[in-house]
């Protein structure tokens, strides 16, 4: 007779097996070399044990009362919210990618310009876009993306996507987000066609872009856009994260302005100007570049997770 231990194991995974692994009742008798019947047994079981804890998430469902705080406090046009109790961080980028598609597709009108970054968040937001066709739409890449394939966040891929499913005319910015010196900078921003790419991005009435947090993981130092000393400086300065590329402090600003003159994109300047400027980003690791963020006004529409949420409930404070 099996053990105690021994039998929650087998429910555990068998449970793993259905739920992370997709394997249907009778792959897992065949694998397990049991009858069906006895797997939905063990199912059931590790239901009522609870072992499989099930929760829905309905994205219509949201933190009403955490998100008019927040948009009261913080003076935003819209806060939305999603759940992240025991999510993962991709489960996270999931959910909010899901409910920013959705925000997206309610603002686009006829003729709208809509200006998007770069990242990993981003790329979840155009999975779950609609397929319409939304007339003399133009999508424009912001800022510059990575060159170094081991890293490559696609970052024209999202304006290309989103022009594909609204029929917009996409306009890319096939560079580097950083250059090594202000005069390459200078020289590239001089092409018309680049320049004009950029002027799109500032005439957009709408931007929708993520927020990285700064560290040695980071996706732009792991692209070698920076040394260890560069780093290690910039940390020193109190960065905290990015947005558009452009590193900031926990302030919310600019962290160094030699290195922001050799970042291609948008101002963060410009950012404030937008009708909806859109931050889609969530997870404990971001809250710090999240509320410098806040603190710089880079965004009048926040969309996060609950935990960020209360966090920043916590402490209100723009300095």
Same mark, same amino acid.
């Given at each position: ?10 429910? =555990? ?68 919210? =999603? ?55 133009? =999508? ?41 010196? =202000? ?137």
């Amino acid at each position: 007779m099996l053990k105690t231990s021994e039998k929650t194991s087998s429910l =555990v995974d068998v449970a793993r097996l259905y739920y992370e692994h997709d394997f249907s009742q009778q792959d897992i008798a065949k694998k397990l070399g049991i009858s069906r019947p006895s797997v939905s047994r063990m199912l059931q079981k590790a239901r009522e044990m609870g072992i499989i804890r099930i929760k829905i998430f309905d994205p219509e469902q949201r933190g009403s009362h955490q998100e008019k705080a927040l948009q009261n406090i913080y003076g935003l046009k819209k806060v939305i919210l =999603v759940p992240n109790e025991d999510a993962t961080d991709l489960v996270i980028k999931q959910r909010l990618g899901f409910v920013a598609a959705r925000y997206l597709d309610e603002l686009l009108e006829d003729g709208l310009t809509v200006g998007v970054s770069w990242g990993s968040t981003m790329q979840e937001v155009v999975k779950h876009l609609q397929h319409r066709t939304i007339r003399n739409m133009t =999508v424009v890449q912001m800022n510059g993306g990575i060159s170094r394939a081991e890293y490559d966040t696609h970052a024209s891929e999202i304006a290309l996507k989103i022009g594909r499913n609204y029929q917009a005319i996409p306009f890319l910015l096939p560079l580097p987000a950083i250059v090594d010196q =202000v005069r390459v900078r200078k020289a590239i921003m001089s092409d018309k066609n680049i320049s004009k790419t950029l002027n799109l991005a500032k005439e957009a009435q709408i931007a929708m872009y993520t927020i990285g947090a700064f560290s040695f993981n980071s996706v732009l130092v792991k692209a070698d856009y920076f040394d260890k000393e560069e780093v290690e400086e910039l940390l020193n300065d109190r960065a905290v994260g990015d947005v558009c590329s452009r590193i900031i402090d926990e302030n919310g600003n600019i962290c160094n302005s030699k290195l922001n003159a050799r970042t291609i994109g948008i101002g963060l300047n410009e950012l404030k100007k937008k009708k909806y400027a859109i931050a889609v980003a969530g997870g404990r690791v971001k809250f710090n570049a999240i509320r410098a963020g806040l603190r710089g006004k880079y965004f009048n529409v926040l969309i996060t997770d609950e935990w960020v949420a209360s966090k920043l409930l916590e402490n209100t404070d723009f300095s």
